[in-house]
C-alpha cells in the first residue's frame, strides 16, 4: 500500500495537469473511480484511501492502454456503467444528512432537475433565483429555471419511457410502484425533515404528508393491475370492446404547500395508467420532488419516466405548449390556473386543475361543540393556513356565538409557533417574506374595514436567535365580518380566521354558496337530516360533516365552479390520465348497402 501511495505522489502533478482531473473531483465519481480500477484491472481496487484521488498514473495508463482503453474512454465507460449509482448515491448524500440536521443548518448544492434516470446540471446559471428557508430566512439553495432545450430534452426522455412503460402489464406497474412506496415509507422521517427545511410547515405535519404521499402511490398500484374495457355484445355474432389507454406524457405542476405530497397525487394515477410524467415544482419549493424522481428510479422505472425540471411561469408556458405532451395537471391559483387552460387549449390537451378556494364551514347550536372547536382549527390553521381547501368563512348560529369564540380564541392562542423541526411546534413559518407581508396586510385591510382581531395577526418573532429573521406570524381569529369584507371574499392563504354569524338554515345556505370559489365546504351538526341536506345544497366539490381537511387518498378531491376541475385521489382519477378506444369486431359480411 506505502508503494501505491508513493507512486501515486510521484505523478501527482503529471495527473492534476490532465483534463480529466477537475470531473474526477467531483463527489459524484467515486463509484466511477472503482469502476475505472475494476477496468484497470488494478491490484488496489478494494483499497481506496489516500490515492484514490489520484488514480490514474502512469502504470494505470499503461495498464489502460493494454485493455485498449485511453483514460478518457475509461472514465466514460466507468461513468456510464454508475450513472445510476451515482445519482442515488446523491440523493442518499442529502438525505443521510438529515438525521442530524437542525433548522438553519442544511444547505443544499445538488442539481435539481432530473431526466433520463439522473440529475442534470443547469446548462446556464445566469437566471438562478434563491430559495429561502423559511424559518430562517437563509438561501437553502439556488434554482435555475430551465429553457425550452432542457425540456424538451426531459419530455423526449420521458417520451421515450412512456414507450416501455405503456408495454408493460398492469401488474408489473404495480410491483414497481409498490417497490417504490416502500421505499418511501423507509425514509419518511428523512424526507419529511428536508420537506420542513424547504417548506416551513411542522415535522408533525410534514410526517403526515410523506405518509399521505406513499399511500397514495399504494393505492393507484393496487388500480394498476385492474385496468380493463368492457366486452359488448352485437347482433350477428359482431361484437366490440373497450381498452382503456395511457394518455402519453403528461405534465405536473405543483404548488409549494405540499411540495412532496402533491408530486405523489399527480404522479401516481399517471404512473399507474401506464403514462410518463415531466413534473415542475414552484419555485419556491424544489428540492424534494427530485427526491421522488430518484425513489421511483430506485424501484426500477425506466429512465426517464418521472422527469423534474425547475422553473417559473416561462418554463411552465414551455411544458404546456410542447407538442408531445397529451394532459396538464396544474395546482395553484385562479389566475395562473386560467393561463395553464388557455395554454394548452391550443394544443387541444386535457388538463386538469385544483386552484384556490374560500370555503364555508358552517357550524350550527346543536353541534357538539368541542369537536367543532377543533373543526375550526384544523380547517383554518394547518400549514400555516396555507392551505387552499381551508374553511376561512365560519359561519357560526348566532345562539353559541359567545361561547364558540371564548374557546377558539383560547385554543389559538396556545398554538406554539416556532421552530419547525421541534415536535412540539404546531405552527411552522410562512413560504416567504412576500406571502408574509400580503398576509398581514389583509389583516390590516380587515381591521379599517370594521373586522375585530381577537387574537394574533401580527408578526412573531421566536425567543431562538437563529429564527428572527423566519416568516412567522401569529394565528389570527377575526371577529365582526361581514359578507361583503375583503378578509371574507378573498383567498388570504394564511393563518387568518375569519368568524361570521347567521340565523337560520336557509340563509346561511345562501351565503356560503355566494362565491366564485367551490372547492370545500363543512358542516358541524348532530341533526343527520340536517347535514346531508346541507350537504347536497352547498355548491363545493368536497363537504365535510362533522370534520374538516381530511385528505384519504381513497376518496376524489377536485373543485366546481372556479376552484377547477378534474378530480386527484379515488378511482375516478384513473378516468383523468386514460382514454377510451373503442374496437369493433365484425364476425360476417359486410353488408352489401353501394
Not at 442534470?120 to 438562478?128: F, G, I, L, T
Not at 394518455?247 to 405543483?254: A, E, F, Q, W
Not at 419549493?285 to 422527469?307: H, N, S
Request: net charge positive; with cysteine.
Amino acid at each position: 500500500m506505502s508503494q501505491a501511495k508513493s507512486y501515486s505522489q510521484k505523478y501527482r502533478k503529471e495527473w492534476e495537469s490532465n483534463p480529466d482531473y477537475q470531473g474526477w473531483l467531483q463527489p459524484s465519481v467515486v463509484d466511477a473511480r472503482r469502476a475505472f480500477c475494476l477496468y484497470c484491472k488494478a491490484d488496489i481496487y478494494a483499497k481506496l484511501s489516500d490515492i484514490k484521488k489520484h488514480m490514474t498514473t502512469r502504470k494505470h495508463s499503461q495498464k489502460a492502454t493494454k485493455y485498449n482503453v485511453s483514460t478518457h474512454q475509461t472514465a466514460a465507460r466507468a461513468a456510464a456503467l454508475f450513472q445510476t449509482t451515482s445519482s442515488l448515491k446523491m440523493a442518499q448524500a442529502i438525505l443521510d444528512v438529515m438525521p442530524g440536521a437542525s433548522t438553519g443548518t442544511v444547505q443544499v448544492s445538488d442539481p435539481l432537475n432530473f431526466w433520463a434516470g439522473k440529475r442534470v446540471e443547469p446548462r446556464q446559471q445566469k437566471n438562478a433565483e434563491p430559495v429561502f428557508e423559511p424559518a430562517t430566512g437563509r438561501v437553502l439553495c439556488q434554482m435555475v429555471p430551465c429553457g425550452a432545450e432542457e425540456v424538451d430534452e426531459a419530455i423526449q426522455s420521458a417520451y421515450s419511457a412512456y414507450l416501455k412503460w405503456r408495454k408493460m402489464a398492469g401488474m408489473e406497474r404495480a410491483r414497481i410502484m409498490l417497490e417504490a412506496a416502500r421505499i418511501i415509507r423507509e425514509k419518511r422521517e428523512k424526507i419529511a425533515k428536508l420537506e420542513v427545511i424547504n417548506n416551513g410547515k411542522s415535522i408533525t405535519e410534514a410526517l403526515v404528508d410523506i405518509d399521505i404521499a406513499w399511500q397514495c402511490i399504494e393505492y393507484y398500484a393496487g388500480l394498476a393491475g385492474a385496468l380493463a374495457g368492457q366486452h359488448v355484445q352485437l347482433p350477428g355474432g359482431a361484437f366490440a370492446y373497450t381498452r382503456r389507454e395511457p394518455l402519453g406524457v403528461c405534465v405536473g405542476i405543483g404548488a409549494w404547500n405540499y411540495p412532496f405530497q402533491i408530486a405523489a397525487w399527480k404522479s401516481a394515477p399517471a404512473l399507474a395508467c401506464g403514462n410518463a410524467m415531466v413534473f415542475k415544482p414552484s419555485p419556491f419549493t424544489p428540492v424534494t420532488a427530485v427526491i421522488l424522481a430518484e425513489i421511483y428510479k430506485e424501484a426500477g422505472v425506466p429512465d426517464g419516466l418521472f422527469c423534474v425540471v425547475q422553473g417559473g411561469a416561462e418554463t411552465g408556458t414551455i411544458l404546456c405548449q410542447h407538442p408531445k405532451v397529451a394532459k396538464v395537471s396544474f395546482t395553484g391559483s385562479v389566475p395562473t390556473g386560467k393561463k395553464v387552460m388557455e395554454m394548452s387549449a391550443k394544443g387541444v390537451k386535457q388538463v386538469t386543475l385544483e386552484l384556490g378556494g374560500k370555503s364555508p364551514l358552517i357550524i350550527f347550536k346543536d353541534c357538539d361543540l368541542e369537536n367543532a372547536v377543533r373543526g375550526a382549527l384544523m380547517a383554518n390553521f394547518l400549514t400555516q393556513g396555507q392551505v387552499c381547501c381551508n374553511g376561512t368563512r365560519v359561519f357560526v348560529q348566532k345562539d353559541i356565538m359567545p361561547q364558540f369564540l371564548e374557546e377558539v380564541v383560547k385554543r389559538t392562542k396556545a398554538i406554539l409557533v416556532g421552530d419547525p423541526l421541534l415536535d412540539s411546534t404546531r405552527m411552522g413559518a410562512l413560504i416567504n417574506k412576500p406571502h408574509l407581508e400580503k398576509v398581514l396586510g389583509f389583516v390590516s385591510q380587515a381591521k379599517l374595514q370594521g373586522a375585530r382581531v381577537l387574537c394574533g395577526g401580527e408578526r412573531f418573532v421566536p425567543s431562538d436567535p437563529k429564527l428572527v429573521n423566519g416568516y412567522f406570524m401569529s394565528p389570527c381569529v377575526l371577529d365582526n365580518c361581514r359578507d361583503d369584507m375583503t378578509c371574507v371574499k378573498e383567498e388570504i392563504f394564511g393563518p387568518v380566521m375569519s368568524v361570521l354569524p347567521f340565523d337560520t338554515e336557509e340563509e346561511v345556505v345562501q351565503r356560503a354558496n355566494n362565491t366564485t370559489f367551490g372547492l370545500a365546504s363543512g358542516v358541524f351538526t348532530r341533526d343527520i337530516s340536517r347535514a346531508h341536506r346541507v350537504a347536497e345544497n352547498l355548491e363545493a366539490g368536497t363537504c365535510f360533516i362533522n370534520n374538516y381537511n381530511i385528505s384519504p387518498v381513497e376518496v376524489p378531491f377536485g373543485g366546481y365552479k372556479m376552484s377547477g376541475f378534474g378530480r386527484e385521489n379515488g378511482q375516478v382519477t384513473i378516468e383523468y390520465y386514460s382514454q377510451l378506444k373503442t374496437v369493433v369486431v365484425e364476425m360476417g359480411d359486410v353488408d352489401n348497402y353501394f
